[in-house]
């Protein structure tokens, strides 16, 4: 599989998506979105992957979105901005299609924000399940700056994860927030020096592909996502004790428990490709 606008590397039960254009601060464009939704359905359908960590190459996480084509740059309908975000009268949806990626990953998403991150460098990451940053890292929800709205479903991510008041001073005034900010916001859940951020995603990376039952994984992240933005515990109890039910006669749990009490690493037997039990309560498109 080409790739034009990533790096996609396998090591070992993790899967590396790397934004590779250092040259223009990986700047987002439509072809971009289209192959992070390959790489990650390449992770969702490779039992061997365990985990996807998404990180950048060269200083910068990612730019924003690409506004070489200068002032036009974000005209969807015409020229260079089609080209670059895809053409919404064409009926691509190239932006919309990752977050529904995102949010149907079977797999954990981490993200290593290797440096700064603005615009939709920024939005894209919010679907995904954990974030660690350089501690020089600055993040900015600029879309207002840019006579835009907040993008890629981030009106209801950002909010969640930092809190209405937060993310309406982030959007509201589209500044550059610090990265201890973001820290102490909880938009990500730990900060390491630049030049270690790689190394502890990796190592987080395999802690959890080392000790977690994958098909527990991937309901989990389905359940915490859908079930916290309801208003009361009902969904999820209508849920949580049949799924329980079902996974207790099953193999994972048997060798989670053996492990555990063998004081041993486990090898849990399902595979997230065939075991997966139904699930009629996950939105066949949640990004819709």
Not at 24 to 51: F, H, P, W
Request: glycine share 10%; with cysteine.
């Amino acid at each position: 599989m080409s790739w034009n606008t990533l790096l996609v590397e396998t090591e070992g039960p993790v899967l590396w998506i790397r934004l590779n254009r250092p040259e223009v601060l990986n700047a987002y464009t439509n072809e971009m979105g289209g192959e992070l939704v390959r790489a990650i359905r390449q992770a969702d359908g490779d039992d061997a992957i365990k985990v996807v960590v998404l990180t950048g190459t060269g200083r910068v996480f990612c730019a924003g979105a690409d506004v070489s084509a200068g002032a036009g740059a974000f005209d969807t309908q015409s020229g260079a901005g089609a080209k670059n975000f895809g053409s919404r009268t064409s009926g691509e949806r190239g932006d919309s299609d990752f977050v529904a990626a995102m949010m149907n990953s079977a797999k954990p998403l981490l993200v290593a924000f290797n440096g700064s991150a603005a615009g939709v460098g920024l939005t894209l990451t919010l679907p995904c399940d954990i974030r660690i940053a350089a501690d020089s890292a600055k993040f900015g929800c600029v879309f207002t700056r840019r006579g835009l709205v907040p993008e890629a479903g981030s009106a209801w991510f950002l909010p969640r994860l930092v809190g209405l008041a937060r993310a309406l001073k982030w959007c509201m005034t589209g500044a550059l927030v610090p990265a201890s900010e973001a820290l102490e916001a909880g938009l990500v859940s730990e900060l390491v020096p630049a030049e270690q951020v790689e190394s502890r995603a990796r190592a987080l990376a395999l802690e959890i592909a080392a000790n977690c039952s994958p098909v527990a994984l991937a309901l989990t992240r389905k359940m915490l996502w859908k079930f916290s933005a309801e208003d009361s515990p009902a969904g999820a109890l209508a849920v949580d004790a049949a799924l329980n039910i079902a996974l207790g006669a099953k193999g994972d749990v048997h060798e989670g428990v053996a492990a555990f009490l063998e004081k041993r690493a486990p090898q849990f037997p399902l595979r997230v490709s065939q075991d997966l039990p139904a699930m009629p309560w996950w939105p066949e498109n949640p990004a819709v």
